[in-house]
């Protein structure tokens, strides 16, 4: 996952440990990667991380889970702010789950 601050994003990691915690920034980490290859690919932004979401569940995140995903994937990603933005315009405050 390429973050616009490491040193920020690891703090944030660093004080955020335990099962749940971890969990929540594998899959994030898994989505953003998998975005980022659907990125470099042409896709824009909001449907590649909407096309990243359940491929990168490994494990049966939870509906919390995923939110908090998305909420580090837009704090600290590269192309979160983008991200965000994309979800402002369509008026979408988080994503659909199949679960």
């Given at each position: 996952?390429?973050v ?41 932004v ?16 939870t ?37």
């Amino acid at each position: 996952m390429k973050v616009r601050n490491p040193n920020r994003y690891n703090a944030y990691k660093n004080n955020n440990r335990g099962l749940y915690c971890d969990c929540v920034f594998r899959y994030s980490e898994r989505v953003a990667e998998a975005a980022e290859i659907k990125l470099d690919m042409g896709w824009k932004v909001f449907a590649a991380v909407e096309g990243s979401l359940n491929g990168a569940d490994k494990v049966g995140v939870t509906k919390a889970m995923r939110e908090q995903a998305i909420n580090v994937i837009i704090k600290y990603w590269q192309y979160g702010i983008d991200l965000q933005e994309e979800m402002d315009k369509r008026g979408i405050f988080r994503f659909k789950s199949n679960r």
